[in-house]
């Protein structure tokens, strides 16, 4: 992002301590939008805040708390939600798993994305706002090492186009897209799902990695996503991100 295009703009960027929600805040805010970032690890927000600056507003908090998505719209009324945080899933097979393990992208991922999609709706955010729910790859081929995660993330893309159905129907201007990931060993959670799944295949991880070919990193993440909120031109519901960049979701 070579210009200012977001500056006088505010983003909130759920999950912002590390992975791709860090490397999504660091290019929104290279973009010139302030940027506030959500996550629950204060040492690591604050890392955040040395890298990004003062564009940087760190919020220790859970983001699927019940309260938090109306408190932080009505406290800062951004231009771009970015809804990325997601929990770690408990990498076994689903006999391995129990209820409360399978369940807690749910718990986590989806009740998340609920909270802050109704609350871009209802309040409204301005015409013009764009709003990404972060599904995933799994959401198309499943996870089978992941318990719930990948209907988890399905649901994910659901919410972000029934939400973009009421924007259209209600004309109240709001883009809502869903981005799904390819699963990349550059963040802690998919370098924990890639060692269970080169475990299960028997295969060594750099070699499991190498197989996979060009890996998509936080950056190139942060960048897509930008381009995405930058870009209306961009009009469809839900996009797949690889290395390669973005392309429609089939
Ligand atoms: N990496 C992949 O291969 C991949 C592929 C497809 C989709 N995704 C999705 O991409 C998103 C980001 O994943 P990542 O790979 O960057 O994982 P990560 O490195 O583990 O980062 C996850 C982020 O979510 C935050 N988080 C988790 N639970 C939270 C909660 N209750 N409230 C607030 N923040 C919370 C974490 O911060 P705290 O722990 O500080 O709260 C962290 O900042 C996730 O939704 C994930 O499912 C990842």
């Known amino acids: 992002m070579t210009t200012k295009q977001l500056a006088g703009t505010t983003a909130i ?27 629950r690890d204060t040492a690591a927000l604050a890392e955040a805040r040395e890298q990004l600056g003062p564009a940087f507003t760190p919020v220790a908090a859970d983001a699927a708390d019940p309260v938090l998505a109306g408190q932080l719209i ?6 771009t939600l970015v809804l990325n945080a997601g929990a770690f899933p408990l990498p076994r097979p689903i006999h391995r798993h129990t209820w409360q393990t399978f369940s807690r992208n749910w718990e986590v991922d989806v009740q998340h994305a609920f909270h802050w999609v109704r609350e871009a709706l209802l309040h ?13 790859g799994a959401a198309l081929r499943g996870s089978p090492l992941s318990g719930g995660y990948a209907g988890a ?17 209600e004309g109240l201007g709001i883009r809502f897209i869903a981005v799904l990931p390819d699963l ?8 924990a799902a890639i060692a269970a799944y080169a475990a299960r295949a028997g295969a060594d991880v750099a070699a499991f990695i190498d197989s996979r070919g060009p890996a998509l990193t936080p950056a190139k993440a942060g960048q897509e996503i930008t381009r995405l909120v930058v870009d209306s031109g961009h009009d469809k519901d839900a996009y797949v991100l690889s290395a390669a960049g973005l392309s429609p979701a089939p």
């Open 184 to 191: 990349t060993p550059a963040t802690g959670l998919g370098q």
């Open 124 to 136: 409204p955010l301005e015409p013009g706002s764009t709003v990404i729910a972060v599904s995933s």
């Open 153 to 169: 993330k399905a649901t994910i893309r659901f919410l972000a186009s029934y939400a973009a159905d009421e924007s259209r129907r």
């Open 13 to 39: 960027v759920t999950g912002a301590s590390r992975g791709f929600g860090r490397g999504i805040a660091a290019v929104l805010a290279e973009a010139g939008a302030q940027v506030v970032g959500v996550a």
């Open 74 to 79: 009505d406290a800062y009324q951004p231009d």
